[in-house]
């Protein structure tokens, strides 16, 4: 995989990559679900993917640690377009396998260019469109696009640069440190005592993945999170398929079966999210070893959802600590030593290996510069469209998919959004769409990109700083809940004042 590190940086004279209509960053799930729209909608428009990456999937190709899987289920994480037919909590591969058939349905092969990082951009309103920087991965050239539309689909994430937290001794550890967004391919587990640093999705995954080759797995977390464990193939859409009725049909009531019942929980967890809490906990306590201090290591101090609700399917992570091929410890680190990690109770881990299962370095917009009419954008001073556009931002969309629901359910929902954006720009005439504060609107509150309250996930609260804002009615609202979206998106006025067209 080539990252920033890799890339070589060979200075050579811009060369000119031609126009295109469309210019999407990221090959994804949001960059190829966002060129499927496109090419359904209008055929005729010319488009190109790039991606700084040298393959398809985004986060599915970063990430190929040992057991690697999605945490919602695939019928709401695929699109809506395309049945999904494996087991309903899927392994990355097998993502990776379906983006690939989206791929080739749709032909986008041929739009799509790996190693190209985008570094800048800048529209000129004279122009009409975006010029659009870019060095190549592979050869270090520096090319220049030019588009009239930039589609942002970028995740959330540096996929180069992983967070990884600095602790007290690391560099006289003797062992081995490894992150899971940058997972050596060749890491011998077998015989090896290894600690996780972590308690989210990603420890929860690989911990019951590498227990059967570790000599033992330790799973060191400072505080606990809440976890649920589904069957990782749900029994509905074996009984759906039982009937061998079309997957189209199977793939929808799955989709609607999914969607109420993280609606469900999504509503529970502002209404009655004590209830909730004892739900959770509780449903985790059967699949612990007898006696085990559930209080301790599996009940969060934090109400249920204002952080992802880690999935465990079939209860993978407790049947490893029922087996005592892994274990937990709920500490915080006072420093590594030579042999492994000593925490604040005076115990120390050995290890030989330690996996910094601690999340992300956030990235506004892929880290690319943008400059509106030669003036730099500080992104911090605007606010989200319906977290689509970005005022006194021209022609320029992002997808940002949910939080607590599948990502790609919004994939689904803003690009309905923008395919209709785009022919009403069409059928105006128009080649230039801002966002633009009503003169009601000048003076409102400008709030935080997320309400912590709401979700305070440690890599957003880590960034609110840098991100743009939210205002205090719509449609200067990044909603995130899909039951409201679904209402509201498909039919959000685009002649209400709030876009600016000519
Ligand atoms: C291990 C893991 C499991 C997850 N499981 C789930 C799940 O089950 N359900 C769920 O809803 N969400 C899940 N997520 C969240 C996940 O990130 C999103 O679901 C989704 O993959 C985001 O897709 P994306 O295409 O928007 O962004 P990404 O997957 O982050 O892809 C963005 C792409 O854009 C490229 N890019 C970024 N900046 C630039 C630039 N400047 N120039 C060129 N290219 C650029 C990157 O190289 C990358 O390939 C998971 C995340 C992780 C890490």
């Not at 649920?228 to 398929?241: C, E, G, I, K, M």
């Not at 605007?382 to 006194?392: D, E, L, N």
């Not at 309400?451 to 996930?457: G, K, L, R, V």
């Amino acid at each position: 995989m080539t990252t920033a590190s890799t890339t070589a940086t060979a200075q050579t004279e811009v060369q000119d990559a031609g126009h295109v209509d469309v210019l999407i960053v990221g090959a994804g799930v949001s960059g190829i679900g966002a060129a499927h729209h496109l090419r359904e909608q209008f055929p005729g428009r010319t488009f190109v993917l790039l991606d700084a990456q040298d393959n398809r999937g985004g986060t599915w190709w970063t990430h190929r640690y040992p057991g690697v899987r999605s945490d919602s289920d695939l019928h709401t994480y695929g699109y809506r377009h395309k049945p999904w037919r494996g087991p309903s909590i899927a392994a990355g591969e097998a993502i990776l396998a379906y983006l690939d058939e989206v791929i080739d349905e749709d032909d986008l092969a041929r739009h799509i260019r790996y190693l190209h990082r985008v570094t800048a951009a800048s529209w000129s309103t004279e122009d009409r469109r975006w010029t659009v920087e870019v060095i190549r991965g592979d050869t270090g050239e520096r090319l220049r696009f030019t588009a009239g539309f930039l589609l942002m689909c970028q995740g959330y994430y540096n996929h180069a640069k992983p967070y990884r937290p600095q602790w007290e001794g690391m560099d006289r550890f003797q062992g081995v440190i490894v992150h899971p967004q940058q997972w050596p391919e060749d890491l011998d587990l077998a015989g090896k005592r290894v600690i996780v640093i972590g308690s989210g999705a990603t420890a929860a995954t690989l911990i019951p993945a590498i227990a059967g080759q570790a000599e033992h797995v330790t799973m060191l977390q400072r505080s606990p999170t809440y976890f649920f464990a589904p069957p990782v193939t749900d029994d509905l859409a074996v009984q759906l398929r039982a009937l061998d009725i079309p997957e189209e049909w199977t793939h929808e009531i799955m989709r609607r079966k999914f969607m109420a019942q993280t609606n469900l929980l999504a509503r529970m967890s502002t209404e009655s999210p004590g209830e909730l809490h004892t739900l959770l906990v509780e449903s985790m306590r059967p699949l612990l070893p007898e006696g085990f201090d559930v209080e301790k290591h599996f009940t969060p101090r934090y109400r249920p959802w204002q952080q992802r609700i880690a999935i465990v399917p079939d209860g993978d992570l407790f049947a490893a600590l029922r087996e005592g091929t892994a274990s937990i410890v709920t500490d915080t680190i006072e420093t590594f030593t030579e042999r492994g990690i000593r925490v604040s109770s005076g115990a120390e881990i050995p290890a030989d290996i330690v996996v910094s299962a601690t999340g992300f370095t956030m990235s506004l917009f892929g880290d690319v510069a943008f400059a509106v009419d030669g003036d730099p954008v500080d992104f911090t001073g605007h606010v989200t469209w319906r977290g689509i556009m970005i005022s006194g931002v021209p022609n320029m969309a992002y997808v940002f998919g949910y939080f607590r629901h599948s990502w790609t359910l919004r994939v689904d929902l803003v690009c309905d959004l923008l395919t209709r954006l785009l022919s009403n720009m069409r059928d105006k005439g128009a080649t230039m769409v801002t966002p633009a504060l009503r003169p009601d609107d000048a003076d409102m509150p400008l709030l935080p990109f997320v309400d912590p309250e709401n979700f305070n996930a440690g890599y957003v609260m880590r960034s609110q700083h840098l991100l743009y804002k939210q205002g205090d009615r719509e449609p200067w609202t990044h909603l995130l809940e899909l039951e409201e979206e679904l209402n509201v998106l498909p039919k959000a006025d685009l002649d209400d004042g709030t876009l600016t067209y000519s």
